[in-house]
């Protein structure tokens, strides 16, 4: 035995050290996580541009890296780099269809969310359409388009901030949406998702 680590032929032909890999695998990872989700506890019209997404609910949080504020739907990060992925849902008004039942129309009001950083005041919760370019540096990315038929707006990017920051989801259908919500309250039930958005802090 002689008090030497025993080693191990690796699969690519180094040594590992048998002790060194077992105090590797017991060490935690330091990575925080968090799930936000904005559920529906009334109606919410959509309005012309881009309208923030004010998340009510944390599905899911490790660790204080990553908080959001429920007044204003702002998410904030300490220094890292992120994963972040989601989704973004608007619906037609469905207060006439029986119930259980979802309005659809063709043509469908049509749009996308998109990822930003904030800077100073997070400003009001709609902006218009054109009053922030997707080309401007603060948007991380743009969602996949989507329709007012409940079909959603998917997300996926990493994003890297050497200082604290703040990042909101936006949602536009155009410069002029007829009857589309951005929270749709039916059933006597807020549980109705429509928007997610999860981050995770690699280590």
């Given amino acids: 035995m002689g008090g030497r680590p025993l080693l191990r032929r690796g699969l690519l032909g180094g040594s590992i050290s048998l002790g060194a890999l077992s105090v590797a695998h017991a060490q935690p990872s330091t990575a925080d996580y968090a799930v936000f989700t904005e559920y529906s506890p009334q109606n ?39 994963h972040l992925s989601g989704i973004s849902i608007v619906a037609y008004d469905s207060s006439t269809a029986p119930p259980e039942m979802t309005t659809t ?29 997707n080309a401007d540096a603060s948007v991380i990315c743009i969602g996949s388009p989507s329709s007012a038929n409940l079909a959603p707006s998917v ?49």
């Fill in 44 to 82: 919410k019209k959509l309005l012309p541009g881009w309208n923030r997404r004010i998340f009510t609910d944390t599905d899911s949080r490790k660790g204080n890296g990553i908080q959001c504020d429920f007044k204003t739907g702002i998410v904030s990060l300490v220094p890292g780099t992120y």
């Fill in 105 to 133: 129309r063709s043509p469908a009001a049509a749009g996308y969310c998109r990822l930003r950083r904030v800077t100073g005041e997070p400003g009001p919760e709609q902006i218009g359409l054109h009053d922030i370019d």
């Fill in 155 to 203: 997300f996926q990017a990493f994003c890297e901030v050497t200082q604290p920051t703040r990042l909101l989801l936006e949602h536009q259908a155009g410069s002029n949406p007829q009857d589309v919500l951005l929270r749709v309250f039916a059933g006597d039930s807020k549980w109705h998702a429509v928007a997610r958005l999860a981050i995770r802090r690699l280590p």
